[in-house]
């Protein structure tokens, strides 16, 4: 395996008196799509702003490209495309001046800045809003942008903070159709996500992590089935019924996990466990039988959902 783009050992970060991130360990190499999944806190930003150089680390061994952060910051950043989690782009520039003065940063020649942008925005689906001002373009057409603007300077990495946060469906699979366009072409991305879908959808392998520390680590796939089962019964149930229903049930699954209104049954046999269900005059208000996500895996590790 050739060397890694990325290798962390022990990596921490501290403010203060609190923790962000916990001693982790990890590696990325070339070509991959590699996740940090997890609840917001869980130290996923940090970790990210320590890899774009751009936050130091407080102990613990982390290189990028083979350099050190903290004394080739700016070798690095030159390689990295960076999307951060909150658009931040010239609201009162047109489309197309967003990227030619992003790309005067990187020293190029303005005839191929300009040939670079037309190709990005053709890429991104934003060539008919060319000369269109950035201020009343929708959600999605800004993290489109914001993306084209990163893959100005040809980069080497792309680091994407919570890609999708705060669009709409369609925007979210129309960002994803894009990004997994980037994977097919050998580009390298790093994200972070609390979405289980968008993991599944694009990580070649992920962590999850949870209060600074990794928790597991391998492919969806191999997540899912290294800690959970292969179907998750749904019970839904009206406010203060759950409670009572909990208690009737236990043992019926492989695994039992209690919320505000529902409980999920870990099972290799849905349709059995539902016919289980009713032999116990336990009666739902809703049943829904689905395959385990990650999601699953996180309530199985720690008991908790992903947002909280």
């Known amino acids: 395996?050739?060397?890694?783009l990325i290798r962390a050992a022990g990596l921490t970060k501290r403010f203060g008196e609190f923790t962000a991130v916990d001693g982790i360990d990890f590696a990325v190499v070339r070509g991959e799509t590699f996740g940090f999944l997890g609840p917001n806190g869980?130290?996923?930003?940090?970790t990210m702003r320590m890899i774009g150089a751009v936050s130091p680390r407080t102990a613990g061994e982390l290189g990028v490209f083979g350099l050190d952060p903290a004394r080739n910051g700016p070798a690095i950043r030159a390689r990295l495309g960076v999307v951060p989690q909150d658009d931040n782009l010239d609201l009162e520039l047109t489309v197309f001046e967003n990227l030619l003065v992003y790309g005067r940063y990187f020293g190029a020649p303005s005839p191929q800045i300009r040939q670079r942008a037309d190709e990005?925005?053709?890429f991104m689906q934003l060539t008919e809003r060319h000369d269109h001002r950035v201020e009343p373009l929708s959600g999605g057409m800004k993290r489109r942008l914001t993306i084209a603007r990163a893959l100005i300077n040809e980069p080497d990495l792309m680091l994407l903070d919570e890609p999708t946060t705060g669009l709409d469906p369609q925007a979210?699979?129309?960002v994803w159709d894009r990004l997994y366009r980037l994977k097919q072409q050998g580009v390298t991305l790093v994200l972070t996500t609390h979405y289980m879908d968008e993991a599944e959808q694009l990580c070649d392998r992920l962590v999850v992590m949870d209060r600074g520390r990794i928790v597991a680590e391998g492919s969806p796939r191999e997540l899912i089935v290294r800690f959970v089962e292969r179907e998750v019964v749904e019970l839904r149930f009206a406010a203060g019924v759950v409670d009572g229903a909990a208690g009737k049930l236990q043992g019926i699954g492989k695994r039992v996990e209690e919320l505000a209104d529902?409980?999920?049954v870990g099972t290799d046999d849905g349709d059995a466990t539902v016919a289980a269900v009713h032999e116990r005059g336990v009666q739902p208000e809703s049943v829904l039988i689905r395959r385990s996500t990650l999601e699953d895996v996180f309530l199985s590790i720690t008991g908790r959902t992903l947002i909280d």
């Open 42 to 46: 869980a130290g996923k930003s940090s």
């Open 120 to 122: 990005l925005l053709d």
């Open 262 to 264: 529902r409980i999920l």
């Open 172 to 174: 979210r699979h129309a």
């Open 1 to 4: 395996m050739s060397e890694p």
